[in-house]
């Protein structure tokens, strides 16, 4: 008996637990069909499917890898800034993406006085911030574009045209829709700066240093930031562009992780998606229901940076013989997927500085490169430099080590991170040579040299000093206009230099490129990869 | 107990201080600061040593750390240097979501223990015990940026029936039908290797307490095993699996980092990795400081919970 009921005291064997889990997987799975059949929160997100006809209402989703940094509102460096100041703010003129000629923006008309000291503006007469909760706030008139003028050349923003803000010397605002400006000296990228800089309200910018208020005369109203996570935006019903934007409401979500973000794209929880590796945005972009958005306009440029006071980098031949070493072609094919081309000097196709016959001065030539070397004889190991954390950067080091070697000379990679890079970026400190990329060709010629540190004439990260590039930057920096009358000539001047200085040895254009569903149509963007949606619609 | 909770305090504030040291002096060790990420790429030195003179970074070591310490013996968190919000703000909108996935994740694995550790323990059959040692092993070996990646593409993607990651857009108490379905694959994801860690402890302790005499006293009095199990054994090996559930809120803090960034959850973990990367040291100080001393409270509750539950620790503790 006592046999029995211990036998009876044993009573879970290997049938009853399955059964038991059995049972646990049906409740699990009743649960999670409760969950996902009473509302979806999958269905939610992907409300509005692909069509092609633009309707008024719904909203975008946009997921981006890095968040907003109030400090850096005026160096269009993070993903967050970009989709702020695209949304909610307005800039005085706007370029094309394909072109270097302004087009009207918050001006509707301007006169550049015949010695390029002055410029005219007539401002449009119907344009209203933002006001709170929907309604329209005060209008806009010339004493914001002095505001915003002056607060974009204070150092405190570290702002990349500031130095052409600083040249302004002069503000005669006296009618509230004309304002005229006054140079210390003429300024051939000043449309370049009118492009560039954000119309900001005076009476918020403290709330725009902390992060609180973004409020601007843009077609989408800030509503929330929640840092490290998302951005909100709300239509603007009182911009001055009639019966735009189409959307009521845009998100912005950070994602750090790119194949997170992918995965949000896919499952669509996202409409538009930046920063993703190349491959994975060929790959969707050959996928039903998605597309890619080519950024042209909005190029960068990849390059090869040498430190010409590094051992061995002091000898022009051996910068020559790695741009001779370097197969551009195959990093523009392997690594950017064929988004971007080779180049020997910064400037995109549309460039007025872009010039055929100089852009091939260094093309892939082993012999040349191993002839070079020899000249110069026996070489130290030279550290290369690159962000570990950019599968680009990292392809393209390693393709470029390759290459060198092939000619005879031994580089060793060192991968940095993201800001101790920048930091020897800026301290003019990499050992040796280093690969990253570099912006603000795509503007007037002349504003590379004054905006974009590395190229900068007077102190940049290469510690190259020479007084004839000085020169041919200070002439092409000073000319009137872009086109002026002589400019051609000093922009051949200017690429002379950056050839015979070789210290920067440039390797392609990239294009940019965003992935995105395809309910999302009309994305559009500035030339400074600020997020236009002022023509976008979600398909229906 | 409260003579035995107060024996623990002192080690536990010594614990603090040291860890405000080290966090501080390490973060200095890193290379580069937030002034150049404030700077961006196309700064010159002018404007960056601007930037560090204006953020008090030109100023000694030490002069920094007293001044951070005497703030926070004020309740001042600070302001952050890149966000420009105060730390306290970001701190609490972090905490509260690190708090909800941290819990859910905690609750998950209990049950899977719990349902797993004492189902193993009742069938005595050896591919019972080979399954739930392989499931525990996998659990614990597979990384979470290995499991995460998994559930999102089987569950999102290709069974598109939960949302890739982010929180529900109008919070958490809102629509609790869709702020379930935001947290299923981020707390399956954060909770398995706990799950199989004091799943394995908690079966270890069970077979432990099942060969005790009490356990073959009862038996020979007839009382049935599964009552034995639960009523008797399982109160005796929870405190085994308590102490191991106390370390495991360390990991699951320290996974929260990863697991915050694929499911994008914008909790703490991920507030630490920004802070980190853009070299924020207001808020990257306050936050490992802050999962400095919830580890110690944790410990702390741990051991006030574990004497709780087995007076043989209270007695040999204090009183």
């Not at chain 1, 005060?138 to 803000?165: C, I």
């Not at chain 1, 690594?335 to 001065?361: C, F, H, I, M, Q």
């Given at each position: ?540 | ?74 309740g001042d968190l600070g302001r952050s240097y890149l966000i420009g919000g105060s730390i306290a703000d970001l701190v609490l909108g972090g ?225």
């Amino acid at each position: 008996m006592t046999r029995s009921r211990l036998r009876t005291a044993t009573p879970v064997d290997r049938r009853t637990f399955v059964r038991a889990l059995g049972l646990g997987t049906l409740v699990a799975g009743l649960a999670a069909g409760g969950l996902t059949g009473c509302a979806s929160a999958v269905g939610e997100q992907k409300a509005g499917a692909a069509g092609g006809t633009a309707v008024r209402g719904g909203s975008l989703s946009l997921a981006g890898r890095t968040d907003l940094v109030p400090g850096n509102f005026f160096t269009t460096s993070s993903d967050g800034v970009t989709t702020v100041v695209g949304l909610v703010y307005d800039s005085l003129i706007r370029y094309p993406n394909d072109k270097v000629e302004p087009r009207p923006r918050l001006a509707t008309a301007w006169t550049l006085a015949p010695d390029g000291l002055s410029l005219s503006l007539d401002l449009r007469p119907d344009v209203t911030f933002h006001g709170r909760n929907g309604a329209a706030g005060r209008p806009f008139t010339s004493k914001d574009v002095e505001f915003s003028l002056r607060t974009y050349a204070d150092p405190r923003w570290s702002a990349q045209l500031r130095s052409t803000a600083a040249a302004i010397t002069g503000f005669d605002t006296s009618d509230p829709h004309r304002i005229t400006l006054s140079f210390a000296h003429p300024l051939s990228n000043l449309y370049d700066l009118l492009d560039t800089v954000p119309i900001v309200d005076s009476e918020s910018l403290d709330a725009l240093g902390r992060g609180e208020s973004f409020v601007g005369t843009g077609p989408f109203r800030f509503e929330s930031w929640t840092p490290n996570s998302r951005l909100t935006f709300v239509r603007n019903d009182h911009y001055w562009i009639p019966d735009r934007p189409y959307l009521d409401k845009v998100d912005f979500t950070v994602v750090t992780d790119p194949q997170a973000a992918l995965s949000g794209l896919r499952s669509g929880q996202y409409d538009v998606v930046g920063g993703l590796a190349y491959r994975d945005i060929q790959t969707i972009g050959g996928t039903s229901g998605f597309h890619t958005v080519t950024l042209d306009g909005a190029e960068l440029q990849t390059y090869v940076g040498a430190n010409v006071n590094a051992p061995g980098l002091s000898d022009p031949r051996v910068r020559q013989a790695i741009a001779y070493a370097v197969d551009r072609q195959r990093i523009v094919d392997e690594v950017l997927r064929g988004s971007g081309y080779v180049v020997n000097l910064p400037w995109p196709k549309y460039s007025p500085a872009y010039d055929e016959t100089r852009n091939s001065t260094f093309t892939r030539d082993l012999a040349k490169a191993k002839a070079l070397l020899a000249e110069v004889g026996p070489l130290p190991e030279i550290p290369y430099n690159f962000q570990a954390n950019d599968p680009v950067h990292q392809a393209t080091a390693q393709i470029v080590q390759a290459n060198l070697a092939e000619a005879g000379l031994t580089v060793t990679l060192a991968p940095l991170e993201s800001v101790q890079f920048t930091k020897q970026l800026i301290g003019a400190q990499f050992p040796g040579i280093w690969t990253t990329y570099h912006s603000w060709a795509q503007y007037t010629p002349a504003n590379l040299t004054v905006s974009a540190y590395p190229f900068n004439a007077q102190k940049n990260a290469s510690n190259y000093v020479s007084p004839a590039y000085q020169k041919a930057a200070d002439d092409a920096w000073k000319l009137p206009a872009a086109n002026a009358p002589g400019a051609r000539a000093a922009y051949d001047a200017l690429n002379d230099q950056l050839l015979e200085g070789l210290f920067l040895i440039e390797i392609g254009v990239v294009l940019r490129q965003w992935a995105a569903a395809d309910r999302a149509q009309g994305v559009g963007w500035t030339k400074r990869c600020e997020v236009d949606l002022t023509g976008a619609y979600r398909a229906v | 107990m409260l003579r035995y909770v107060a024996s623990r305090l002192p080690s536990a504030l010594v614990v603090l201080v040291v860890a405000s040291i080290l966090i501080f002096g390490l973060l200095r060790l890193v290379p580069g600061d937030p002034a150049t990420t404030l700077a961006g790429p196309d700064a010159s030195p002018e404007a960056l040593a601007a930037i560090r003179s204006a953020l008090g970074l030109d100023r000694p070591v030490w002069e920094q750390y007293l001044h951070w310490l005497g703030s926070l013996f004020t309740g001042d968190l600070g302001r952050s240097y890149l966000i420009g919000g105060s730390i306290a703000d970001l701190v609490l909108g972090g905490l509260l979501n690190t708090v909800v996935l941290a819990t859910a994740a905690v609750l998950l694995a209990v049950v899977i223990a719990l349902v797993v550790g004492v189902g193993a323990v009742l069938t005595r059959s050896r591919w019972v015990d080979a399954l739930v040692t392989g499931a525990n092993t996998v659990a614990l070996a597979l990384p979470t940026f290995v499991s995460g990646v998994l559930l999102v593409l089987v569950f999102a993607v290709a069974l598109p029936i939960l949302p890739s990651g982010g929180v529900p857009p109008l919070g958490f108490a809102a629509r609790p039908d869709i702020t379930a379905q935001y947290l299923v694959l981020p707390a399956i994801c954060l909770g398995l290797p706990v799950a199989g860690s004091i799943t394995r402890f908690l079966v270890e302790s069970l077979r432990t307490e099942l060969a005790q005499p009490y356990v073959l006293t009862a038996r020979a009095l007839g009382v049935p095993r599964r009552r034995i199990v639960l009523f008797q054994a399982l109160p005796a090996a929870l405190p085994s699996m308590l102490t191991a559930l106390g370390i495991q809120v360390g990991s699951v803090l320290g996974g929260a980092v990863l697991v915050e960034a694929i499911f994008t959850w914008p909790g703490l973990g991920s507030l630490v990795e920004q802070g980190i990367s853009r070299r924020d040291y207001p808020v990257v100080q306050v936050l490992l400081l802050l999962s400095v001393a919830v580890f110690v409270l944790v410990q702390l509750l741990t051991d006030v919970a574990h004497a709780a539950l087995d007076p043989r620790i209270r007695i040999g503790g204090s009183v």
